[in-house]
């Protein structure tokens, strides 16, 4: 690991902030995480005025006060699921509150009684992680696929983190597609999210506008006879709690009208939820 200055800067000055928020009673911790996100580190690392610019993009009527209100909703959010990471009794908790609905629920029943591959789509909305927590309460075993961060320091113990909630764990790139693929052969549910920019991928519709998305999930879907399931984790009023709703698999026909469909799902939850998609993430270029 080459050593950057900055990098270990950032790194001690996160896990400082982790320390103190895990002082902090969970609700309270969580309350507190948001506000930091949202009042000081979103404006200050350009966060808020991101979500601003892609919430005046997608759209443009908008009244200002309203997207200056979203930007530090999303934020808040993201403090949030930040946080609750590093929560891993009370996340767990909030997380199996609710039990799972939607369509899909019986569909993913029967894959596992035939032992056939899930995927697991989702996006950087609410909290991704809560709908593998929820779904695991079902006694369903969930690999995730992450990317790893650039700042090496830190992406040491947030793998960590993680992992605390289920394994195993898949690292993109070539380090972890052969246990990926080897997990899926042998009938495992694996969890994926698709809504960030791909330069590789296909031009396809997100909220009404071009935006490079990857294939990938689809292409696996079709190669290993694997349903393609979307799944969300809802942040509830009480920003504590979540709703995890399974939508019926999206039939198999080809790669870009599948992945079409998976962002067709998403951009319906991100209408109802604005505020809990991240925003903040450079998804059109």
Known sequence: MTFRLDHWLQDRLLRGLIWGLLRL????????????SARLIGPIAGYNARSRDNLARVWPDMPTA?????????SDNVGRSFIELYSKTEFLEAARA??????????????????RP??????????????????????YQIGGLYRPMKNQHFNGHYVA?????????????????????????SGGMLGMVIDQHMNSGEILDFLGLPARTALSAAEL???????LIPAYAIRQPDGVTFQTLVEAPIPHTDARQMTQALNDSLAAQVRAHPEQWFWIHRRWK
């Open 98 to 115: 609710l039990p799972p609905q939607g369509a899909g629920l019986a569909a993913l029943a029967e894959a596992a009684k035939q032992n």
């Open 25 to 36: 009673p969970y609700k309270a911790r969580l309350a507190v995480s948001g506000w930091v």
């Open 66 to 74: 309203e997207r200056n209100r979203l930007a530090r909703a999303v």
């Open 118 to 139: 899930v995927l697991l789509i989702t996006g950087h909305f609410g909290n991704y992680e809560a709908s593998r927590e929820a779904l695991t309460a079902l006694g």
């Open 161 to 185: 983190a993680m992992g605390r909630f289920g394994t195993p764990l898949f690292p993109r790139g070539r380090e972890g597609l052969a246990d990926m693929i080897r997990f899926l052969k």
């Open 221 to 227: 879907a079709l190669k290993y006879n694997a349903l």
